[in-house]
């Protein structure tokens, strides 16, 4: 059985750092392209960041380009989210996925695996 359980949410203030992990487990995590997702309050889910399997390729969202890095250990089967310069808006559930066929991208729907979520939230 496929899971993936997110860790590192928590509070921050503006300006602040937060990393997110994304543990694996049930699969072969390195043959999977995976992605990191968010919901804030009353938005739809966006994509933040996507990585391939060997994690040499990555591919952000322009909201988070140069202040947010994907990561990925595939000897620890785990998928790491780094956030800098944390703003307001960067409030959010986040989520990581898992995708077999559609690489670098942020595209919900291409996404066959989701953890549960991990809150984060940035004060002003």
């Known amino acids: 059985q496929v899971q993936l359980v997110e860790s590192g949410g928590g509070s921050a203030q503006a300006g602040g750092s937060l990393r997110l992990s994304c543990a694996i487990s049930?699969?072969?995590?390195?043959?999977?392209?995976m992605g990191w997702f968010r919901q804030a309050p009353g938005k739809e889910r966006e994509g933040v960041a996507a990585?391939?399997?060997?994690?040499?390729?990555?591919y952000y969202a322009d909201s988070v380009k140069g202040r947010f890095t994907i990561s990925r250990d595939n000897a620890k089967n785990t998928l790491y989210l780094q956030m800098n310069s944390l703003k307001p808006e960067d409030t959010a559930m986040y989520y990581c996925?898992?995708?077999?066929?559609?690489?670098?991208?942020?595209?919900?729907?291409?996404?066959?695996?989701w953890g549960q979520g991990t809150q984060v939230t940035v004060s002003s």
């Open positions: 996925a898992a995708t077999k066929f559609f690489c670098l991208t942020l595209s919900i729907s291409r996404y066959d695996y």
């Open positions: 049930g699969y072969t995590y390195s043959t999977y392209c």
């Open positions: 990585i391939g399997t060997g994690g040499g390729s990555t």
